[in-house]
C-alpha cells in the first residue's frame, strides 16, 4: 500500500496578519505566546495552515520543518495513520528504514478523542495514531511504520537500564514532568492559567463545606508579642531538624495546636470579586485560590479526644469528622520509621475544582509546590515554638477517602506531617 506525507501547521499555531499585510506565525499556549516573525510568501502559509501540502524541497517549507513549526501526516492510500507533531527541532532523517525495537518503556500511550497518542520526554515529538489497528505493530517494532516511531526517539535501547539519568525515571513520573515543564504541542492549548473552567463550572466556595461533628474553638496565640519575643527566622532556620518520636509523657497541648495552625493555616481575610471567593493565608498560593486543606489526626493530644478532625481556617475552629484513625496514624509511623505512632498527623488536602477551574495543564504540579511551601511553614513556626515535626513522604489516599467519605475526585490527600511533642533528648543528626 501507498505511504505518503504532507506537512501542516502546528495544531497550536495560527497565522496572523501584521498591519503591513504581512503573515507572521504564532503559537499561543494561555496567556503566553511565541512568533516566528514575518514571512514573505503568504500563499505557502496559507496553504499550510488549512489543507497542508506535500513535504517537498520548498525552502519556506523546509525552514519551518527545521524549526518544528509543522507538524508531518503520514496517510496509507490517503488514509491518514500517523501525525507527528513537534515540541523540539525535528533531528535529521535517518538514513535506514528503522530499527525494528519495539516502544521505549519510559514512553505513554494515552486516548485523546478516538485517537491514540505516543509520547515521551526522550522524544522530540508526540506521535498521534489516527488508525487504532496500527497500534500492535507499532509497540512491538514491526511493520513498514515503526520507523517513524524510532525517528520520533519513542523506540527503547540499552540505555534506559544502563544509564541512570535514564533509568532514574519511571513512565509517570517522566510524563508529568514533561507535561508540566516542557513547552510543546502535547500541552493544552489553554494550558496555564486560563480560567478555562470558568466558562464551564460553578466556583467552589473558598470555605470548606461544613461538617456536622462538634466544633471546638481553638486557642489563638498573641502575635504582638510574637512580634517582639519571636526568634530570628535565620535561628529558626539553623536549629530546625526533622524530629520523628515524640515525648508521650508529656504529650504536645490542644492549645500548642491551636496556636500553630493560626499561624500556619488560618484564613486572613476571605473576598468576592467578579462572582469568585479569594483568601489569604499566611503561606501564598497560586490565583489565591487556597486549595489546601488541614485535617488533624489526634491520637494523643492533651486537652483533645483521639479522632480524625477538620481545621476551619475561617472560624479557626476543629470539627470532628471521624473516629477511624488507625491505619493513617499506622501507615504515618511506617513511613516516618518512627518507634511510637505521631501524636499528630497532620492530612494535607486538596479540593482541587479550586484551582483546576482556573489553570489548565499543571495545576497538580502547582498543588505540590503549595505543599511543600505549607510544610516549610509548619517546620519553622513548629521549631519557633519547641514541637517536633516530620514531613511524610508518602500518605494513604484510600484509608483517608474512607475515614471522611469524602469523594477522592474532587478532594484528596496531597501531603503530610507528624506532629508531637519534642522530646528530651534530640538525635543530632537529624535531618
Not at 92 to 117: F, I, M, N
Amino acid at each position: 500500500m501507498n505511504v505518503h506525507e504532507t506537512v501542516v501547521l502546528r495544531p497550536d499555531a495560527t497565522l496572523e496578519r501584521t498591519p503591513e499585510g504581512h503573515c507572521r506565525l504564532v503559537v499561543r499556549s494561555g496567556a503566553r505566546s511565541q512568533g516566528l516573525g514575518r514571512v514573505d510568501d503568504p500563499h505557502v502559509l496559507e496553504t499550510l495552515a488549512t489543507t497542508g501540502m506535500p513535504f517537498t524541497g520548498d525552502d519556506v517549507v523546509t525552514d519551518l520543518w527545521r524549526r518544528g513549526w509543522l507538524s508531518l501526516i503520514v496517510s496509507r492510500d490517503d488514509t491518514p495513520v500517523l501525525t507527528l507533531h513537534p515540541h523540539a527541532d525535528p533531528p535529521p532523517r535517518p538514513s535506514d528504514g528503522g530499527t525494528g525495537r519495539p516502544v521505549s518503556e519510559l514512553a505513554v500511550l494515552r486516548k485523546v478523542g478516538e485517537d491514540y497518542a505516543l509520547e515521551s520526554a526522550r522524544a522530540w515529538c508526540s506521535v498521534r495514531v489516527e488508525q487504532s489497528e496500527e497500534l500492535p505493530a507499532l509497540l512491538t517494532g514491526k511493520g513498514d511504520l515503526c520507523r517513524y516511531l524510532d525517528w520520533a526517539g519513542l523506540t527503547g535501547d540499552e540505555a534506559e537500564s544502563t544509564q541512570l539519568a535514564l533509568a532514574q525515571w519511571t513512565p509517570h513520573e517522566l510524563a508529568f514532568h514533561h507535561q508540566t515543564r516542557i513547552p510543546g504541542v502535547h500541552r493544552a492549548t489553554d494550558f496555564g492559567r486560563s480560567h478555562w473552567g470558568t466558562r464551564r463550572f460553578a466556583g467552589l466556595p473558598a470555605r470548606h463545606e461544613r461538617f456536622r461533628g462538634e466544633g471546638i474553638t481553638l486557642a489563638k496565640p498573641d502575635l504582638a508579642g510574637l512580634r517582639q519575643s519571636d526568634q530570628t527566622v535565620t535561628a529558626v532556620l539553623e536549629k530546625r531538624r526533622t524530629i520523628r518520636d515524640h515525648d508521650d509523657e508529656h504529650p504536645l497541648t490542644v492549645v500548642q495546636l491551636g496556636h500553630l495552625l493560626f499561624r500556619c493555616a488560618r484564613n486572613r481575610w476571605l473576598v468576592q470579586r467578579n462572582g469568585s471567593e479569594y483568601l489569604s493565608r499566611p503561606y501564598p498560593s497560586g490565583g489565591s485560590a487556597y486549595e489546601l486543606e488541614i485535617y488533624p489526626v489526634v491520637r494523643n493530644v492533651t486537652g483533645l479526644d483521639p479522632g480524625l478532625y477538620h481545621y476551619d481556617p475561617q472560624e479557626h475552629r476543629l470539627r470532628y469528622v471521624s473516629e477511624h484513625t488507625g491505619d493513617l496514624l499506622a501507615h504515618a509511623a511506617v513511613v516516618a520509621g518512627a518507634e511510637r505512632q505521631p501524636q499528630v498527623l497532620l492530612i494535607i488536602t486538596a479540593r482541587f475544582g479550586r484551582l483546576m477551574r482556573t489553570y489548565r495543564g499543571m495545576s497538580y504540579a502547582l498543588i505540590l509546590k503549595h505543599v511543600g511551601i505549607v510544610q516549610q511553614v509548619m517546620y519553622t513556626v513548629a521549631t519557633a515554638m519547641g514541637l517536633a515535626v516530620c514531613a511524610l513522604g508518602d500518605g494513604d489516599a484510600t484509608a483517608f477517602a474512607s475515614a471522611t467519605g469524602l469523594d477522592p475526585m474532587s478532594e484528596a490527600s496531597v501531603g503530610e506531617l507528624a506532629l508531637g511533642s519534642r522530646p528530651t533528648r534530640v538525635n543530632a543528626g537529624g535531618v
